[in-house]
């Protein structure tokens, strides 16, 4: 204790930036939409937020290929998307990077969606709080809205938002 211990270093490179616009379907920025830079393993590497204009800077963003999410506020209906208004994660369009430069307009509109929502009761008809509701399209991918599930509240009642036309499965 009280030993101070050298030479811990770094060398940062310089990053590259991605900006853009996220906008709902009237071209009207959408503020607080977490934008996500993933790698091509879908792991988020950098977090930014949209401002009250719908505008977005991603700084320090390491040279290569990355794909750009688009996830809504949860207190909204929008329906979360990858650049280039793709939905699933695998046909994500890669944006490149290079160090030093801005890559520009790599904007988003996005969609209202539908909702699902319901209660989960036990057998007596007493709601169950907390339990896990998980919503899937026809392939079995969660849903990408909201982290993918959403718990129900203290009396059982759930509803999950932003959810893209056509048939889901519903999981309890």
């Known amino acids: 204790m009280g030993q101070t211990t050298t030479g811990i270093n770094a060398q ?6 991605i900006t853009g616009r996220v906008t709902d379907e009237s071209g009207n920025g959408i503020n607080n939409v977490s934008v996500q830079i993933r790698n091509t393993d ?3 590497i950098i977090w930014t ?3 009250s ?6 700084r320090g963003v390491p040279g290569g ?7 809504a506020s949860a ?7 990858f650049y ?4 699933a994660v695998e046909n994500a369009d890669l944006v490149n990077v290079t160090p030093g430069q801005t890559v520009p307009n790599i904007d988003a509109q996005l969609a209202e969606g539908g909702s699902i929502s319901g209660r989960v009761t036990d057998i007596s008809g007493n709601g169950i709080a907390n339990a896990i509701i998980g919503v899937f399209d026809i392939t079995n991918n969660m849903w990408l809205n909201r982290g993918g599930s959403v718990l129900t509240d203290e009396n059982g009642y759930y509803s999950f938002t932003g959810i893209p036309e056509g048939n889901h499965k ?3």
């Open 49 to 51: 937020g949209t401002d």
């Open 12 to 17: 940062l490179g310089a990053g590259g930036t």
């Open 170 to 172: 519903v999981s309890f």
């Open 75 to 81: 207190y909204t209906n929008y329906i979360c998307e």
């Open 42 to 44: 879908n792991y988020t």
């Open 65 to 71: 290929n990355w794909k750009v999410f688009f996830q």
């Open 84 to 87: 280039n208004d793709k939905m």
């Open 53 to 58: 204009s719908g505008n977005y800077t991603a």
